[in-house]
C-alpha cells in the first residue's frame, strides 16, 4: 500500500499572499498479483469531491477498470498537467465547451485497456453526468475510446466520446480529438486538437506546449503554451511561459507568466505556484 498526499498554492494577479489552490491525496493498495484498488480525493478551498477511485485487474498488457474514472480521451491523466512547467491546465480542458459539459469531470462506468501489435486501446462505457461523491452509474451510455501508436520518437492518439446507448437528443454531446507527443533529449512537445459537437453546434480548441531541461539541470524545466479556444461566447487565445524548479523531493515552485486576447477575459499577469509532495 502507498499514499501520496499533496498541495498546491498560489500567489497571482489580484491576490494577496499565498492562497491554497487545492489538496489531492491519493491511497493504491495491491489486493492480489492481479488485482488493486485506487482511492483518490480533491479537496478545495470551499469544496470537497472525489477523484479517481476504482478497482483494477491487471494480466499482462491487458487493464480493466472499472468504479469513478478519468476517462481516456487524449491527455487525460493527473501527472500530464500537474508536473510541468505550466500551472494551469489547457483551456480547452477546462472551459464548458457545449452546455452541461466540459472534459474536466469524472466518469463512472469501466473501461479496458490493452496491446494489440503496434496500437495501444482504451474503450470505456460511462456515465458522464455524475455528483460530487458519485462511484457508480445511474445511466451508462456513453463509449469513449482511445488509439495510440508510435512513429519513432512521436506518438499519435484519436479519442472520441459519443452515445451509444439508447437514443439521442439534442442535448447528447458527441466529441473528437487528436493528440501528438514528441520525445527527444532534454525535450518533450505535445499537442492537442479537440472539438464538440451538440444541438448543432461545435465548440472546441487546441494547444500546443513544449518543455526543455538544460543540459545538467535536472530538476529545472522551461515551458511554453500556445493556445485558442472557440466557444459559443467567443474566440480566446492565450500564451504563457513558465519556469518549474524541483527545490527537494517534497517542494517545487513554478513560475508563469500569461496573456491573451479575445471576447472573454484572457488571463494574464504572473502567477506563482508552491507544491508540496509527500509518500509512505
Same mark, same amino acid.
Given at each position: 500500500?502507498?499514499?501520496?498526499?499533496?498541495? /498546491? $498554492?498560489?500567489?497571482?494577479?489580484?491576490?494577496?499572499?499565498?492562497?491554497? *489552490?487545492?489538496?489531492?491525496?491519493?491511497?493504491?493498495? +495491491?489486493?492480489?498479483?492481479?488485482?488493486?484498488?485506487?482511492?483518490?480525493?480533491?479537496?478545495?478551498?470551499? $469544496?470537497?469531491?472525489?477523484?479517481?477511485?476504482?478497482?483494477?485487474?491487471?494480466?499482462?498488457?491487458? &487493464?480493466?477498470?472499472?468504479?469513478?474514472?478519468?476517462?481516456?480521451?487524449?491527455? =487525460? %491523466?493527473?501527472?500530464?498537467?500537474? /508536473?510541468?512547467?505550466?500551472?494551469?491546465?489547457?483551456?480547452?480542458?477546462?472551459?464548458?465547451?457545449?452546455? /452541461?459539459?466540459?472534459?474536466?469531470?469524472?466518469?463512472?462506468?469501466?473501461?479496458?485497456?490493452?496491446?494489440?501489435?503496434?496500437?495501444?486501446?482504451?474503450?470505456?462505457?460511462?456515465?458522464?453526468?455524475? @455528483?460530487?461523491?458519485? #462511484?457508480?452509474?445511474?445511466?451508462?451510455?456513453?463509449?469513449?475510446? +482511445?488509439? &495510440?501508436?508510435?512513429?519513432?520518437?512521436?506518438?499519435?492518439?484519436? $479519442?472520441?466520446?459519443?452515445?451509444?446507448? !439508447?437514443?439521442?437528443?439534442?442535448?447528447?454531446?458527441?466529441?473528437?480529438?487528436?493528440?501528438?507527443?514528441?520525445?527527444?533529449?532534454?525535450?518533450?512537445?505535445?499537442?492537442?486538437?479537440? +472539438?464538440?459537437? $451538440?444541438?448543432?453546434?461545435?465548440? @472546441? !480548441?487546441?494547444?500546443?506546449?513544449?518543455?526543455? *531541461?538544460?543540459?545538467?539541470?535536472?530538476?529545472? &524545466?522551461?515551458?511554453?503554451?500556445?493556445?485558442?479556444?472557440?466557444?459559443?461566447?467567443?474566440?480566446?487565445? &492565450?500564451?504563457?511561459?513558465?519556469?518549474?524548479?524541483? #527545490?527537494?523531493?517534497?517542494?517545487?515552485?513554478?513560475?508563469? /507568466?500569461?496573456?491573451?486576447?479575445?471576447?472573454?477575459?484572457?488571463? =494574464?499577469?504572473?502567477? #506563482?505556484?508552491? %507544491?508540496?509532495?509527500?509518500?509512505?
Amino acid at each position: 500500500m502507498d499514499v501520496t498526499i499533496e498541495n /498546491y $498554492s498560489l500567489i497571482k494577479p489580484g491576490t494577496a499572499g499565498l492562497r491554497e *489552490r487545492l489538496a489531492w491525496a491519493q491511497l493504491n493498495a +495491491r489486493l492480489t498479483p492481479h488485482w488493486s484498488a485506487t482511492s483518490t480525493i480533491l479537496l478545495f478551498p470551499h $469544496s470537497n469531491t472525489l477523484d479517481e477511485n476504482f478497482v483494477k485487474y491487471t494480466n499482462g498488457n491487458t &487493464q480493466v477498470r472499472g468504479g469513478r474514472l478519468r476517462s481516456a480521451f487524449g491527455f =487525460s %491523466s493527473w501527472s500530464d498537467f500537474y /508536473y510541468n512547467a505550466i500551472i494551469a491546465m489547457p483551456l480547452v480542458r477546462t472551459s464548458r465547451l457545449n452546455d /452541461y459539459f466540459g472534459l474536466s469531470r469524472f466518469d463512472t462506468g469501466a473501461d479496458v485497456r490493452t496491446i494489440v501489435g503496434p496500437v495501444e486501446v482504451q474503450a470505456g462505457l460511462v456515465d458522464t453526468n455524475n @455528483g460530487k461523491w458519485t #462511484l457508480t452509474p445511474d445511466h451508462a451510455n456513453y463509449g469513449v475510446a +482511445r488509439v &495510440q501508436t508510435n512513429v519513432g520518437p512521436l506518438i499519435v492518439g484519436a $479519442s472520441a466520446l459519443s452515445r451509444v446507448v !439508447g437514443a439521442k437528443t439534442d442535448d447528447d454531446t458527441d466529441a473528437y480529438g487528436l493528440d501528438f507527443r514528441w520525445t527527444a533529449d532534454h525535450i518533450q512537445a505535445r499537442a492537442e486538437i479537440i +472539438r464538440t459537437f $451538440s444541438d448543432g453546434d461545435w465548440a @472546441g !480548441g487546441w494547444y500546443a506546449d513544449c518543455f526543455y *531541461r538544460p543540459p545538467g539541470f535536472y530538476r529545472t &524545466q522551461l515551458g511554453v503554451r500556445v493556445e485558442g479556444v472557440a466557444l459559443e461566447k467567443g474566440v480566446q487565445q &492565450q500564451y504563457t511561459a513558465g519556469l518549474r524548479q524541483v #527545490l527537494t523531493p517534497y517542494l517545487a515552485a513554478t513560475l508563469n /507568466y500569461a496573456f491573451g486576447s479575445g471576447n472573454s477575459r484572457p488571463k =494574464s499577469g504572473w502567477t #506563482l505556484e508552491i %507544491s508540496t509532495s509527500l509518500h509512505f
